[in-house]
Structure formats: C-alpha cells, structure tokens
C-alpha cells in the first residue's frame, strides 16, 4: 500500500476513534466532524510534503487557524455558563493527531490518540468527583422544642 493512503487510513481511525466517543456523549461535533478534521488535517499535511514549498510550517499554521474557527462555533456561553470548551479542544486535537500521522509520524498518532481516549473517557470521572467536592450544600437542623410552663 502507498504510504500516503497508509497515513490517511490512520488518519480515518484516529478520527473515527475520538469521534465515537463524542457521538457517544450526543457532542456537537461527533464522528463525521472528527473524522472529516483529522483526515483534512492529514491530506493539507501530506501535501504540504508534497508541493515542495519553502515553509512547511505555513500550511500548518494555516490548518491551526482555520480550526481555531471551527473550535469556536462549538463553544456556547449560557449565563454564567460555557460550555463546549472540551469538543474545542478535541477538534484542534484531532487535527494535530491527523496533522502527526500526515507527516509520517503514525505510532506517535496512533500513541497520543490513546492518551486522549484516557482523558475523554476516564478523566470525566475525576472531574465529576472534584465538582462534587466544590458544591455548595444548604443544611437545615430542625430540633423539636416544647415549651414547658
């Protein structure tokens, strides 16, 4: 197989991976987005390789930025509340995963994607346990009183 069909097909599990996980938890972005981020991410990197321009780093940059957009169309602010920083981030993730595997780095994509499987799956846990510590709970004491006369 062609190496660079190798990398996009990695790039396909990688985002389908983390995409399940998200549709699992009925996210914004699940698995079509994430499997569509880390496969552009990939492609836009294999061809940066490939077109031979001075800087590399610009289509990279570039992949970066665009995301930052998509990341923020995910992101809500409801009263004193945000939500959808942690889709965000795993969609700029994911790009880095597909971006990693584009480049040729498949076992160090392959490496970081169980580690945010760890941290998306395992780590609610903790979070949760800790939100619970810092909630603030009303008490209320009822003693019966008679009044003897």
């Given at each position: 197989?062609?190496?660079?069909?190798?990398?996009?097909?990695?790039?396909?599990?990688?985002?389908?991976?983390?995409?399940?996980?998200?549709?699992?938890?009925?996210?914004?972005?699940?698995?079509?987005t994430m499997?569509?981020?880390?496969?552009?991410?990939?492609?836009?990197?294999?061809?940066?390789?490939?077109?031979?321009?001075?800087?590399?780093?610009?289509?990279?940059?570039?992949?970066?930025?665009?995301?930052?957009?998509?990341?923020?169309?995910?992101?809500?602010?409801?009263?004193?509340?945000?939500?959808?920083?942690?889709?965000?981030?795993?969609?700029?993730?994911?790009?880095?995963?597909?971006?990693?595997?584009?480049?040729?780095?498949?076992?160090?994509?392959?490496?970081?994607?169980?580690?945010?499987?760890?941290?998306?799956?395992?780590?609610?846990?903790?979070?949760?346990?800790?939100e619970a510590?810092?909630?603030?709970?009303?008490?209320?004491?009822?003693?019966?009183?008679?009044?003897?006369?």
């Amino acid at each position: 197989m062609h190496p660079d069909l190798y990398r996009l097909l990695i790039a396909l599990g990688i985002g389908a991976i983390i995409g399940a996980e998200r549709e699992y938890r009925s996210k914004s972005a699940g698995l079509r987005t994430m499997i569509m981020v880390s496969l552009s991410s990939c492609l836009f990197t294999i061809m940066s390789l490939k077109i031979g321009v001075d800087s590399h780093d610009r289509i990279a940059a570039n992949i970066l930025t665009g995301l930052g957009f998509v990341g923020a169309g995910v992101i809500f602010k409801d009263e004193n509340r945000i939500s959808g920083i942690t889709t965000a981030t795993t969609i700029w993730m994911t790009a880095a995963l597909g971006m990693a595997a584009g480049a040729g780095y498949e076992m160090l994509s392959l490496f970081a994607t169980f580690i945010v499987l760890i941290v998306l799956i395992f780590l609610i846990y903790v979070q949760e346990k800790i939100e619970a510590l810092s909630q603030a709970r009303t008490y209320r004491i009822i003693c019966p009183y008679q009044l003897k006369i």
